[in-house]
């Protein structure tokens, strides 16, 4: 069944079966096919993705040597309990993943199926391994929706209102947003580490450094808009950790997988983590995550202590290994780099446009164009990013935004030079039609946004 009809049935029985809790609105969008950066609906129109579905298809939809991976696997075995026997295709995914991350020295691998429960498998290790409880955290963060995930999460009060008490013992520091310094102290270009003296305040006031098992912290700060800190900043975060026995974890879920031109965030900064957390894009969207860490941390929990019973399935294994292939064969880290500098040089053209354009930040293909009603105030436009992102999908172009007013530019790495520069001219047209009064108010009835 083909059609308008089709599509409004299918979003009635979403509304009226599916639990709230699972969707964010934005548009009404049922996603029939998909090929490389081009997303089909039911009714047949096409959209030029730059959303990726949050970072996840890194490779694009559908990659043919993704499909037949899956395709290949699925003929000889569907499913192996890593708790009972070994499959080939995990040991072979475990050896890639030892290889394209960071640091050196005998690294072990745990699985699971999605980030969130990695960020758990985080926090589990890390208590194991030093014997300490406290974890910390940063303000405006998202790892995910386990209990564990959520309580290291900061970014809004739905995700945790009426929930009780989270995990405990953990602790949320600023992160460092030079744009919008939380400390007051900094702007865009001078960092005056406001927020590493709130840190090392924390060992003045609270508990001691041999109290704390780790600081879990994303790279790239995502959900909060695209937020890359200073060097410096992450320079001495690490150095502390390492000069006090704290594990310092990289919550890749959301910039590894060449996201940002390099296999993890953290190499932006030059510097080897305890712990990798990744997730997302590992599998090309299906249900795989997995933990990374040096030598002899791992050796500090045993069975059953991060196992789940479909975890490191040789489906989703295969399709790992044929997107870890895809991202080395097709030079994809390389072509991030250079075309994320021209993404963001041609929308940085838009900050002398509009004064309602802020700041266009971030590395690779994870960049946030920041809408404000005004410059002096800062103060967030909601509205106008919402009328932003419908209009582009009014013209065929995918894409959301997040932290109230950040467009979220996220294609998959595999996108071409027409797909790019057509949904960059559209971006830009929306931009000045929603800017110029030409976007309806009566879209944000169905646009609410995350």
């Not at 790892?143 to 013992?169: D, I, K």
């Not at 894009?281 to 050796?299: E, H, T």
């Not at 990013?385 to 009014?394: D, H, L, S």
């Amino acid at each position: 069944m083909n059609g308008r009809n089709s599509t409004e049935s299918i979003m009635e029985k979403d509304s009226r079966l599916l639990s709230r809790s699972v969707r964010i609105p934005f548009f009404p969008l049922v996603a029939r096919t998909g090929q490389g950066a081009i997303l089909e609906d039911l009714e047949g129109e096409k959209y030029i993705d730059f959303l990726s579905f949050g970072a996840i298809s890194n490779v694009g939809h559908n990659h043919p040597a993704v499909v037949e991976a899956i395709k290949a696997q699925a003929e000889t075995l569907i499913h192996c309990n890593p708790a009972y026997a070994f499959n080939e295709r995990l040991t072979e995914l475990t050896e890639e993943l030892v290889a394209i991350t960071p640091g050196t020295g005998n690294k072990k691998v745990a699985y699971g199926l999605s980030g969130a429960d990695a960020n758990d498998g985080a926090i589990k290790a890390a208590r194991a391994y030093t014997g300490r409880q406290k974890i910390i955290a940063f303000l405006r963060s998202y790892h995910g929706n386990t209990y564990g995930a959520m309580s290291l999460s900061a970014v809004s009060l739905p995700m945790r209102y009426n929930f009780g008490p989270g995990v405990p013992e953990i602790y949320h520091i600023p992160y460092p947003d030079c744009h919008r310094c939380p400390m007051g102290h900094c702007n865009d270009q001078e960092c005056q580490m406001a927020c590493y003296r709130y840190f090392l305040g924390l060992f003045e006031t609270l508990f001691a450094p041999d109290e704390v098992a780790a600081v879990i912290m994303e790279p790239i700060q995502g959900d909060a808009g695209i937020i890359i800190p200073p060097q410096d900043y992450m320079k001495n975060i690490y150095d502390f950790c390492k000069n006090n026995g704290i594990l310092f974890v990289s919550e890749e879920v959301q910039t590894g997988m060449g996201r940002t031109g390099r296999w993890f965030g953290i190499e932006n900064f030059n510097l080897e983590p305890d712990i990798i957390v990744v997730g997302k894009a590992l599998a090309s969207g299906m249900p795989l995550s997995a933990l990374v860490a040096r030598g002899g941390i791992f050796d500090a929990w045993s069975s059953p202590g991060h196992v789940f019973s479909t975890s490191g399935n040789p489906v989703c294994c295969a399709a790992a290994i044929a997107t870890i292939n895809v991202i080395r064969r097709e030079g994809l880290l390389e072509k991030t780099i250079e075309t994320g500098r021209y993404i963001k040089e041609r929308l940085d053209t838009l900050t002398t446009k509009y004064q309602q354009v802020s700041q266009v930040r971030g590395l690779g293909f994870m960049i946030g164009v920041e809408l404000v009603k005004d410059r002096a105030s800062q103060e967030r436009a909601r509205d106008l990013a919402a009328k932003i992102v419908w209009r582009c999908y009014e013209r065929g172009l995918y894409l959301t935004f997040f932290s109230g007013s950040v467009l979220r530019i996220c294609p998959p790495l595999v996108i071409n030079w027409q797909e790019l520069d057509q949904g960059l001219s559209i971006l830009e047209e929306a931009i000045g039609d929603a800017i110029s009064g030409r976007v309806p108010d009566s879209v944000l009835e169905t646009v609410k946004g995350w």
